[in-house]
């Protein structure tokens, strides 16, 4: 695999920026008086061993081949979630290292899950380091799902290449998307949080669930996420937003260099919209019939901005969902496979990926209708190829493979099957809340085994990485290359 001198250069850069971040909650830790430094701490030990890593790696040549590419892939993201679990370490909180590394996997992968059982009271310093930690992890994900990860093939994720450079260029085409990415990512969180901030919310509080709407994160600074407020303004105005942020970020790029039909075309986009009004009317229909205590309104309300959170995989919560029934169970676990759009903040099988597996579906059945019939199938007005359809059934089947290898360990460790599945499910597809009375809308994970959150911490990684980016690097063969 020759050298890895750039791999470990650029993931000592990312070290770098990560400790300079953690400079923000340390200044609040001296805003709200807080007796503690452990932002400042972790902040020189991060930035240290980032330079240290930087200066051993020194290298002229920045390109990464393609091995490396997936080696850097999971090195950056590991890393991060490792160095970011310092804060939590140090503080009065005083986590344990699984439990520290389980919450900063969780959030660098945008995933919500937490540890923390009461964040009312819990250091303002912690709450605004889960967010940032939130708002990176989208960030990079968007760069990565533009960038990198369709040079890898990962999953059909090549047919949103936005060139036809190959990897040799991943490095200069990484910075030049990134610039515009960051810039429209960082206007949108700042219009999110004025937003917030004008509909009722602390200006603390609305930059902190600023940063984690458009990462369609769902880490919050209340035990009662979005439904502390109870505020009909904030649940639409974060509606909006985890929308924006569930929009593959390639069409912003796109509508910018003056396609401006780009949002009204998109394949993916339409069928992102065209599942979320359906889901809605669904569990609309389900709570006007079986919840006659709140009005018309306050349904469609309810349903939409949970189905929108579960779907887009920000897991805010409104009302425990738990306590609907048995239909939103199954209903909401199935949306949680799903996901949002390639390219944007959103986890999951990803939309366009279903879209494809239909296109197969009705080939299949035209063709034995049709046996002598030629069929090319399209999607977004391209040719797609038999190889390309087949990475994407073999994306999916191994998806569902892998969630249920997840839940049999998660039973495995002791766990409900109620927790086990949805446990499985909320993790490797980057959910956040699970089902249940433990890991449910209204609990967490503190109370889980150290195995099980090793076992959820991986499947974060797995769902965020697109699977097959993690899976290469045990075998074998990848290392000899």
């Not at 901005?305 to 609907?324: E, R």
């Not at 390639?342 to 597996?357: D, E, M, W």
């Not at 087949?390 to 039973?411: C, D, G, P, R």
Request: hydrophobic share 50%.
């Amino acid at each position: 695999m020759g050298s890895n001198k750039t791999v470990f250069f650029i993931t000592g850069i990312l070290l770098v920026i990560l400790g300079v971040f953690m400079i923000i909650p340390y200044g609040i830790q001296l805003l709200y008086n807080e007796d503690n430094n452990s932002f400042l701490s972790s902040s020189i030990i991060t930035v240290f061993i980032g330079i240290l890593i930087i200066l051993v790696n020194l290298k002229k040549d920045n390109q990464l081949n393609l091995q490396q590419a997936f080696l850097f892939s999971v090195l950056a993201w590991t890393s991060i979630a490792l160095f970011g679990s310092l804060p939590f370490m140090l503080s009065n909180l005083k986590l344990t290292f699984s439990d520290a590394f389980f919450e900063s996997m969780s959030g660098i992968t945008t995933t919500g899950s937490t540890v923390i059982s009461n964040l009312d009271t819990s250091p303002k310093s912690i709450l605004i380091w889960r967010s940032i930690m939130q708002w990176l992890g989208g960030i990079g994900i968007i760069v990565m799902a533009t960038t990198v990860l369709p040079l890898l093939k990962v999953g059909g994720m090549q047919l949103f290449k936005t060139d036809a450079s190959g990897t040799e260029k991943i490095l200069p085409k990484t910075i030049e998307v990134a610039t515009t990415i960051i810039s429209i990512y960082t206007i949108l969180t700042l219009i999110c949080s004025i937003t917030y901030w004008s509909q009722g919310m602390n200006i603390f509080d609305s930059i902190a669930h600023s940063f984690t709407t458009l990462a369609t994160g769902g880490f919050s600074t209340h035990n009662e996420s979005i439904g502390f407020y109870k505020n009909p303004g904030i649940e639409i105005s974060a509606t909006i937003f985890i929308i924006l942020g569930s929009i593959p970020f390639i069409s912003y790029l796109k509508f910018i260099k003056g396609n401006k039909k780009i949002f009204l075309e998109d394949v993916q986009i339409k069928g992102f919209v065209y599942l979320l009004v359906t889901s809605i009317l669904i569990m609309f229909l389900y709570l006007f019939i079986n919840n006659t205590q709140h009005s018309f309104f306050d349904n469609l309300r309810i349903s939409s901005f949970n189905v929108i959170s579960i779907l887009s995989g920000t897991g805010y919560v409104t009302d425990d969902f738990g306590l609907w029934g048995e239909f939103p169970l199954i209903f909401f676990l199935f949306l949680m496979f799903v996901g949002g759009c390639a390219g944007s903040t959103t986890c999951g099988i990803k939309v366009f990926r279903l879209q494809i597996l239909v296109l197969f579906v009705k080939n299949q059945i035209k063709k034995l209708i049709y046996p002598n019939r030629i069929i090319i199938l399209n999607y977004n007005k391209e040719k797609i190829e038999d190889s390309f359809v087949n990475s994407v059934i073999i994306f999916i089947f191994s998806y569902l493979f892998l969630f249920l290898i997840i839940a049999m360990l998660l039973s495995m460790t002791g766990l409900d099957f109620l927790s086990a599945i949805s446990g499985a499910a909320t993790s490797i597809s980057n959910v956040g809340p699970g089902l249940g009375d433990m890991i449910g809308p209204n609990g967490n994970f503190s109370e889980v085994s150290n195995i099980s959150k090793w076992i959820l911490s991986f499947a974060m990684l797995l769902g965020r990485l697109e699977i097959f980016a993690v899976l290469v690097l045990f075998l074998p063969s990848f290392w000899r290359t």
